[in-house]
């Protein structure tokens, strides 16, 4: 059985190298947790592609079973699941996002 609100994720997943799943937009971020991960991403220097889930239900409660995490934001690269807020923080003042971003091919200016 195939899911359509799965299908949509995968879709911009598999069109976008870095999709952040948050509330609001990376302009206009609505909520604090959207908002450091579109500072991190932005001082790294990674171009993304911000999913604003406050303007689509489905999409809002899907990527929450999709990637079987409760919480948003998501952050998608190449298609995997890398984590949420906390762990997005984590991971860039350990290195490890830069890291992952070369790792994976995604161009980083910082």
């Known amino acids: ?11 911009e997943l598999g069109a976008n190298p870095v999709v952040l799943f948050m509330k609001g937009t990376p302009v206009f ?18 171009p993304f592609k911000g999913i604003n889930v406050l303007e689509d239900g489905e999409i809002r409660e899907g990527i929450k079973a999709y990637a079987n995490w409760p919480t948003i934001p998501q952050l998608y690269v190449k298609g995997e699941f890398v984590g ?4 997005i923080m984590e991971m860039f003042q350990a290195g490890e996002l830069q890291e992952l ?8 200016s910082a």
């Open 101 to 108: 971003m070369k790792e994976k091919g995604v161009p980083v």
């Open 84 to 87: 949420g807020c906390d762990i």
């Open 1 to 11: 059985m195939t899911n359509p609100v799965f299908e949509r994720i995968e879709g």
């Open 29 to 46: 971020p609505q909520c604090g947790f959207s908002a450091r991960v579109v500072q991190i991403l932005s001082h790294v220097g990674v």
